[in-house]
């Protein structure tokens, strides 16, 4: 069975994880560091974020490591933080995230979960588009969760100002995450590998459950995997050569089959296009889907 003991050699390799200060983010980046790739760990807050450099550094002394602020909330920090990159990318781990929160809205006026776990990644993938394309074989790991089995995507509301549900709202955002990363893999053909994980139920920020008394918080919290196990799909989608374009693999790591609605091809591209639209982001890149 695969481990992250079986990353291989990373040396000369460049890694951006987002929202590693904490949660899945933070092991992810220790674990490609210590295999010898630069990895920019991204926060919203830089004093969490140097606390994090902190400790990667410390579990793996000499490993390379660059903080950078990123807000996906904000497209504007979005638009930063590309514009202020230089060289090629051979990962990009769209891993932070948020869940379960009564409704926001995001500095551009978007719904928070959908506006910062999708629409915030996606632009930011597409504004790396082309230090990614620099390196070929390039892989895009996208967290999505099988709470996307839960969403619906409402072309006419993606507010939700008729209707808001913490829990429905972020299965909607992980449902869009999964079908970002399987639109970009058809539009992309084989010049880069888009990839989706779903970590499992992991002790992380997101499962703050303010639904439940603290008492049941912490008892749920008990029963969830460490962030170092939910790491484990990100980092074998990351790094093994076993791994293909659009597969969506979860714990083990293993291959998991996403619901039929990911696989539609329809919405995904309607997606893709309002995206586009809502972020003024365009992939002119690579191949445009037929």
């Given at each position: 069975m695969w481990t992250p003991d079986d990353i291989p050699d990373l040396t000369g390799s460049t890694a951006v994880v987002t929202g590693a200060n904490g949660g899945i983010g933070l092991p992810?980046?220790?674990?490609?560091?210590?295999?010898?790739?630069?990895?920019?760990?991204?926060?919203?807050?830089l004093a969490r974020g140097e606390a994090a450099v902190k400790a990667v550094r410390a579990e793996a002394p000499g490993a390379r490591i660059e903080l950078r602020?990123?807000?996906?909330?904000?497209?504007?920090?979005?638009?930063?933080?590309?514009?202020g990159f230089d060289g090629p990318?051979?990962?990009?781990v769209n891993n932070a995230g948020i869940g379960m929160i009564p409704r926001r809205t995001t500095a551009d006026g978007f719904e928070m979960q959908f506006g910062?776990?999708?629409?915030?990644?996606?632009?930011?993938?597409?504004?790396?588009?082309?230090?990614?394309l620099a390196r070929p074989g390039a892989r895009v790991v996208t967290v999505s969760s099988d709470a996307h089995s839960l969403g619906r995507i409402d072309f006419d509301d993606l507010g939700l100002e008729r209707g808001y549900g913490r829990f429905s709202a972020y299965g909607r955002s992980k449902l869009a995450n999964l079908l970002f990363?399987?639109?970009?893999?058809?539009r992309a053909g084989g010049r880069l590998l888009s990839v989706a994980t779903h970590p499992?139920?992991?002790?992380?920020?997101?499962?703050?459950?303010?639904?439940?008394?603290?008492?049941?918080?912490?008892?749920?919290?008990?029963?969830?995997?460490?962030?170092?196990?939910?790491?484990?799909?990100?980092?074998?989608a990351a790094t093994s050569p076993e791994v293909t374009g659009g597969q969506f693999i979860g714990p083990g790591p293993k291959a998991l089959t996403p619901s039929p609605k990911a696989l539609d091809e329809i919405v995904a591209r309607r997606l893709?296009?309002?995206?586009?639209?809502?972020?003024?982001?365009?992939?002119?890149t690579i191949t445009q889907h037929s």
């Open positions: 992810t980046a220790a674990r490609l560091a210590g295999r010898g790739a630069r990895v920019i760990m991204t926060a919203r807050d602020a990123l807000d996906l909330a904000d497209l504007g920090s979005v638009r930063g933080f590309a514009a990318i051979d990962i990009l910062t776990n999708h629409l915030g990644h996606f632009a930011l993938t597409g504004l790396l588009l082309p230090h990614l990363t399987l639109e970009l893999q058809r499992g139920a992991t002790a992380t920020g997101i499962m703050k459950l303010g639904v439940l008394t603290r008492p049941a918080n912490a008892l749920m919290r008990l029963a969830l995997q460490s962030p170092d196990r939910g790491a484990a799909p990100s980092l074998y893709w296009e309002t995206s586009e639209e809502l972020t003024s982001v365009r992939f002119e």
